[in-house]
């Protein structure tokens, strides 16, 4: 009896092949952009390319399951584990991409939105053509559409700021100097190395801190600044956070403020121990409460000192001292 040979699908194991390429692309540009050998750009870039990839690897698993249905043969662990790494590659690309694309948040965010707090320019955008060019298509095109899904996106297409109404400056009841140290601290303690600085040369003199972090997951760097002002209070702080890269994380600017903001609580609560006592946020206290107050009732005499600063004859004894001139 002649036995016809079995049918065996090409596509299957070419599927498996091509998925693993596509699986191994995208962990390499993970590993390789959370430890910085690869910038932002070739990032994006091996994520696009991984994603087609994969996106070839299932359509070929999907040719050989159909020919293996028809046909019947071998081949079909083959197609399965395409479909598999197929879609394990495109994890990375779809996260990544998908917080490029839904998460909107404002790249560089200040505590106050009129007078922000100077940053020394640490990376330029021009040296990111790919995502610049993808941020401005997003901000022009895709946002807009998603904003005007629901009534409340649309009212904040002109306005993001009641997104976050906790991002306010803040004050305390010390000195700048005594705040300076307590943001240095907090920064030593988030593990971000501060890149610039004006150290306090009195108490009560303006400072600054500039560190430079890093996010947990893919690595992107951020530039978060301090300014701190005296005020009538004590102490005025102003935050500002600063993406490097239009790249998105699960972690945005505004989140970075707050980290900021609750590790400089936690020093003060371990140095002071009463942080309600020196806390006081933004729009706390009403205008009569920040005019500066006389420590003292106002005089109505000139005040004098209690002892003359000199002695006017060689000899004299000094009261209640016991001490006599020297010259003697």
């Not at 693993?20 to 910085?36: D, E, P, Q, Y």
């Not at 790494?85 to 990375?92: D, E, M, P, T």
């Not at 005020?231 to 980290?259: E, M």
Request: hydrophobic letters at 45%; a negative charge; zero cysteines.
């Amino acid at each position: 009896m002649k036995r016809y040979a079995a049918y065996r699908s090409a596509s299957a194991p070419a599927s498996r092949t091509v998925g693993s390429v596509a699986l191994a692309l995208a962990v390499i540009a993970f590993l390789a952009k959370r430890f910085g050998v690869i910038d932002a750009d070739v990032f994006v870039l091996s994520l696009i390319g991984a994603a087609l990839i994969a996106l070839m690897a299932v359509m070929l698993a999907i040719v050989g399951l159909h020919r293996i249905w028809s046909y019947g043969g071998s081949g079909l662990p083959a197609a399965l584990s395409g479909i598999f790494l197929g879609a394990a590659a495109l994890v990375a690309p779809s996260l990544v991409l998908g917080m490029l694309a839904l998460h909107s948040g404002n790249n560089d965010l200040s505590t106050d939105r009129q007078d922000p707090p100077a940053v020394v320019v640490q990376s330029l955008e021009v040296e990111q053509p790919v995502l610049a060019w993808m941020n401005r298509i997003l901000e022009l095109h895709l946002w807009p559409n998603l904003q005007q899904i629901s009534a409340k996106d649309q009212s904040r297409i002109s306005d993001r700021e009641p997104d976050n109404p906790d991002i306010v400056s803040r004050r305390y009841r010390i000195a700048p100097a005594q705040l300076h140290a307590a943001g240095a601290r907090a920064l030593e303690e988030l593990g971000w190395t501060v890149v610039d600085e004006l150290p306090p040369d009195l108490l009560d003199a303006p400072t600054r801190l500039q560190a430079a972090g890093v996010t947990r997951v893919l690595g992107l760097k951020h530039d978060v600044t301090l300014r701190i002002r005296p005020d009538a209070v004590g102490a005025l702080l102003d935050v500002r956070s600063r993406s490097r890269t239009p790249l998105k994380d699960l972690s945005d600017n505004a989140d970075h403020i707050r980290i900021v903001f609750a590790e400089i609580d936690q020093v003060l609560l371990e140095t002071y121990g009463d942080l309600a006592r020196l806390s006081v946020e933004e729009g706390a206290l009403d205008e009569e409460d920040l005019q500066l107050e006389p420590v003292e009732d106002p005089r109505s005499t000139i005040p004098l000192p209690g002892f003359k600063p000199y002695f006017e004859e060689e000899g004299t004894v000094v009261d209640d001292l016991e001490l006599t001139d020297l010259e003697g």
